[in-house]
């Protein structure tokens, strides 16, 4: 079982960039195709920008066309929490890390028919990249 991280907005605001508040407290999204890690292909784990708890493995990661970096799978699916969002008149299902409750993103059924069937579309500025030469 992840520890759950509560920090106070003032807290939060303090730790992260204004791009990152907005979208991971505020429920935001970026700009389509504006994201650091769009057409990223570098071997590694990308862990949560908020709380650093491992999010995605780079095997997993396509190119989706969407604008946003894109995952077939999580690399737990503790790691994270499924939540409705019908928002801005829309069905989808919103993407959190289940250890700080931050926005991530939202998940699809139009991902790979070969591996989940999903889509894990996620914002650049919720996530760092931690390359495979750093893990040890």
Known sequence: ??????????????????????????????????GEYV????????????????????????DSHCGWPSFWDVIDSGHVELKQDN??????????????????GHVFDDGPRDTTGLRYCINSVAMKLRPDEDKA
């Open 39 to 62: 057409n990223t292909k570098t071997p590694g784990t990308y862990l949560c920008a908020a709380c650093g708890q491992p999010l995605f493995d780079s095997n997993t990661k396509f």
């Open 1 to 34: 079982m992840t520890d759950r991280i509560s920090k106070t907005d003032a807290e939060w605001r303090e730790q992260l960039t204004p791009e990152q508040y907005a979208v991971l407290r505020q429920h935001a999204t970026e700009r389509a195709f504006t």
């Open 87 to 104: 928002s801005y008149g829309m069905q989808r299902i919103e993407v959190l890390c289940n250890r700080c409750g931050s926005h991530l």
